[in-house]
């Protein structure tokens, strides 16, 4: 079977002017232009198959809206192939909008003015939905979404959390066959959050829907994402499961002690760097030693046992670096596989 959506060699440059320096700079720049190419997306390649959610990720700037705007066919591509069940979105961009579904969270798709049932009548008429279909996709959104409260109030009246369920419903009313998220929590409280994701979840165990997101919440990724495709620079750095990512990235691990005070003195001793088997103390504060270890490197059975050997310990315990610290570490430190 060959997958929903292929991206092959995928390259975007932009070309912006660069400006002459010096006291008439601005004035040459008006008549001789020169210009500098900036390579938003430096030869992607992924494919994704009926039915994924995949979390798109990378930090400011690393080329993530782009691809998206590529897949969605609002931008042309400098190079390379991006096929949408074999459609390529550039240049059959209505057949393919009539496949997709987009949600950009910092902006609406909505017409502000109008009700949001209006506004839902609306790309229900653009995309040709049947009254049948509309009825029952309305009907299951009003409910997944709890939308009733608010359907008939203008969509500039709609909080965040409430404007950002009727986009995703909007942009999904014509039952599209790949949905792109961008950012599809920013902003939204706990709460909010929680029901979008839910609503994600639903759709995407549903089956039908292919799903890519893109998020600089970490948390959604946890929760969502049984696959990441992480890119920087422009260039895909890792695609594969969460647990692989931790697996391939962050290979350390932390030991936290927990130490008694001394019964003679009452105070609680320093672990000492001799015992820790060239491992990293971290931090040690009100009792507790936070020790950085190499898990390939040093084993560690026989760091608990030095350290149990030499110091009062009340409590262990091993903890395994969250997807946010990975995440950290390959952003700030450019890490590469
Ligand atoms: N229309 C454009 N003209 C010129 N440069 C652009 C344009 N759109 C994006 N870029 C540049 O391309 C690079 C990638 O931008 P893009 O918006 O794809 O990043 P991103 O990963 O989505 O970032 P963010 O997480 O901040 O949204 C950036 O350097 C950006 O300045």
């Known amino acids: 079977m060959s997958a929903l959506i292929s991206v092959d060699g995928l390259v975007k440059e932009f070309r912006k002017v660069k400006p002459h320096e010096g006291r008439l700079g601005s004035l040459r720049t008006l008549f001789t232009r020169?210009?500098?190419?900036?390579?938003?997306?430096?030869?992607?390649?992924?494919?994704?198959?009926?039915?994924?959610?995949?979390?798109?990720?990378?930090?400011?700037?690393?080329?993530?809206?782009?691809?998206?705007?590529?897949m969605t066919?609002?931008?042309?591509?400098?190079?390379?192939?991006?096929?949408?069940?074999?459609?390529?979105?550039?240049?059959?961009?209505?057949?393919?909008?009539?496949?997709?579904?987009?949600?950009?969270?910092?902006?609406?798709?909505?017409?502000?003015?109008?009700?949001l049932r209006e506004s839902?009548?609306?790309?229900?008429a653009i995309y040709g939905v049947s009254p049948a279909d509309y009825r029952e996709s309305?009907?299951?959104?009003?409910?997944?979404?709890?939308?009733?409260?608010?359907?008939?109030?203008?969509?500039?009246?709609?909080?965040?959390?409430?404007?950002?369920?009727?986009?995703?419903?909007?942009?999904?009313l014509h039952r599209p066959r790949v949905v792109y998220l961008d950012e599809p929590t920013i902003g939204l409280d706990v709460v909010a959050k929680d029901r979008m994701r839910t609503f994600v979840e639903e759709t995407s165990r549903a089956g039908e829907t292919t799903i890519v997101l893109t998020t600089h919440d970490l948390a959604d990724v946890e929760r969502l994402c049984p696959r990441v495709i992480l890119i920087d620079h422009g260039r895909v750095l890792y695609d594969g499961d969460v647990q692989g990512l931790k697996a391939t990235y962050a290979t350390h691990r932390e030991l936290v002690v927990h130490l008694a005070p001394d019964e003679s003195t009452g105070r609680t001793p320093?672990?000492?760097?001799?015992?820790?088997?060239?491992?990293?103390?971290v931090s040690q504060e009100q009792g507790v030693a936070r020790i950085r270890?190499?898990?390939?490197?040093?084993?560690?059975?026989?760091?608990?046992?030095?350290?149990?050997?030499?110091?009062?310990?009340?409590?262990?315990?091993?903890?395994?670096?969250?997807?946010?610290?990975?995440?950290?570490?390959?952003?700030?430190?450019?890490?590469?596989?």
């Open 73 to 115: 066919g609002i931008v042309m591509p400098t190079g390379g192939t991006v096929r949408i069940s074999g459609l390529d979105p550039w240049r059959e961009r209505p057949c393919n909008a009539a496949q997709m579904g987009v949600v950009f969270g910092q902006r609406t798709q909505l017409w502000w003015d109008l009700p």
């Open 270 to 281: 320093a672990v000492r760097a001799a015992d820790v088997l060239g491992a990293e103390i």
């Open 138 to 172: 309305l009907e299951r959104f009003v409910d997944l979404l709890d939308l009733g409260e608010f359907i008939d109030r203008p969509v500039r009246q709609l909080s965040l959390g409430q404007r950002m369920r009727g986009d995703i419903a909007a942009a999904m």
């Open 293 to 337: 270890f190499e898990a390939s490197r040093i084993a560690v059975q026989h760091l608990i046992a030095s350290v149990n050997q030499n110091y009062p310990v009340r409590d262990l315990s091993i903890v395994e670096p969250d997807l946010e610290g990975v995440v950290r570490r390959i952003y700030s430190e450019g890490l590469t596989p």
């Open 34 to 70: 020169r210009y500098e190419v900036n390579r938003a997306v430096d030869g992607v390649s992924f494919a994704i198959d009926e039915g994924e959610l995949v979390g798109y990720l990378g930090p400011n700037g690393a080329g993530k809206s782009t691809t998206i705007k590529m």
């Open 120 to 124: 839902f009548r609306l790309v229900g």
